[in-house]
Structures are given as C-alpha cells and as structure tokens.
DNA sequence: CGGTTCAATCAGCCAATGCTGACATCAGTT
DNA sequence: AACTGATGTCAGCATTGGCTGATTGAACCG
C-alpha cells in the first residue's frame, strides 16, 4: 500500500497536543513566538522547535518583520487532510456492509 | 487552553502510519484481523494492538462472530475530525490578517 | 475429548521524539 | 560599540509508544 504525506507526515505533525494548540491560536491571527510562549507557558525553545516542525510540514508559513517573526497558518493544508478524512467517512458510510470471508 | 479528544487523542490515534492504513483498509470494507495481517504484513499481535487502540479511540467497532471478529470503521468519527480541520482551514482563510503587537 | 486456528493480553526491548539548557544570531537601541 | 531582547540551533536527557515473543483463551473440527 502506497503512502503519502497526507496519511503520514500531516497527521503526525498535527497530532502533538502543543503543536495543535499552536494550530488553533493561529487560526485567529498571526502570531510571534512570543505570544505563543505567553498564551502556553512552553519555553521558548520549545515553541521554536514546533514552529519549525509546522514549518517544514507546510502547515504555517513565516515572514520575518525586524526583531520578530510573525506566523500564519496555510489554509489550505489543514483544508486537504480535512477532505482526506471527510472522503474516508463517506465511503465508509455509503458501503454496504461488504464481508470478505476468512481464508 | 482546553483541550479535548478531538484535538488530542483523535489525531494521534490515527497519525501512525500502520494505523492509517487498517484505517483506510476498513473504509471499503469489514475485516477481520487475519485480512488485515496478509493485507499489511504487520503481525497478529501488532494489529490487535492497533485495533484495541482504534477502538478504544472510537474509531472501529468490533462483532465478534463465532472464531473471527469482524471490524468496521465507525464513520462519525473521521466525519467529526475532518469537520473540525475544516472549520480551521475556514477560520483562518476568513480571518483578515490581524496581527496582535508584540509587547 | 484432543488438535487446530484465530484473537487478545502481557512484559520487555528499543527507536522516535518531545523537552530542556546552553549557546549563537540578528535587529534595534543608547 | 555595547547592550538588550527576540529567535533559532544544537546536544543530551527522558518519556512515549510501537514492535515482538510467549502465553492464554475461545471457537471450530476431527
């Protein structure tokens, strides 16, 4: 069975509870790494490294403005593995009851 | 931050690799673990490990029937997992690009 | 009954990875 | 230049969690 960033790596990556509550604070808005140590209280270190991950993963995107950093969220990432699993649940549900027999 | 079951312990559940593929295995049809053994290659104990982890997740429901058990994915829950990325993605291609000032 | 097969549970091993402290880098300020 | 504060990088530690072999139980069949 082939597999793909979709069913691999983006779910891994958003998986991690801080990392998703980095997710979800920067659903509203554009954030530093300040602010994200502020609002979680994880060192700032830590928050880089996440940031860094969600960076790699194409899930947020970074634009340096002088001394700070700020991050946005890519939509369309989170948008994708939102379809993957939205097309998982319909197909599971609009099959009929289909048993392979054992052996 | 609250935190809850459909940011922690969904996601992580079907973030690993193995687990994403009985996962989708399961979306087309009900198996028993023998299929999911020839169909992975994986061992006996490593997919009932999984399986006891997607079920206790929700994920799949079991039905036992005489020396097979027979399991199938349970669609409400990738249905409700794919509907909270998706609000994400929307939240954060609606949201104009406010960004808080940095201390 | 045994004998066979499928499935679940358990303890142990080990690789993956999240977290941290220490350090480096860069921008802005005085 | 010197200082400060914001970020990123790196090596090491510690925990998590996936994988395995061994064992057990249950269901079928002779």
């Known amino acids: 069975m082939l597999t793909s960033v979709l069913t691999d790596e983006l779910p891994r990556v958003l998986a991690d509870p801080l990392r998703a509550r ?3 604070a920067l659903a509203g808005e554009e954030l530093c790494p300040c602010h994200l ?4 209280g ?3 270190t830590n928050i880089s490294n996440h940031l860094r991950v969600l960076l ?3 899930v947020v995107e970074a634009e340096p ?3 700070y950093t700020y991050y946005r969220l890519r939509p369309e990432a989170l948008a994708e593995l939102a379809r993957h699993y939205a097309a998982l649940a319909e ?3 609009l099959t ?3 048993r ?4």
Do not use: K, N
Request: hydrophobic share 35%.
């Open 56 to 58: 790699q993963a194409g």
């Open 91 to 93: 197909r599971a549900g």
């Open 42 to 44: 994880a060192r700032q």
């Open 22 to 24: 980095i997710v979800e």
């Open 37 to 40: 140590v502020a609002m979680t």
């Open 100 to 103: 392979r027999p054992c052996s």
């Open 65 to 67: 403005a002088g001394r």
């Open 96 to 98: 009929p009851r289909r």
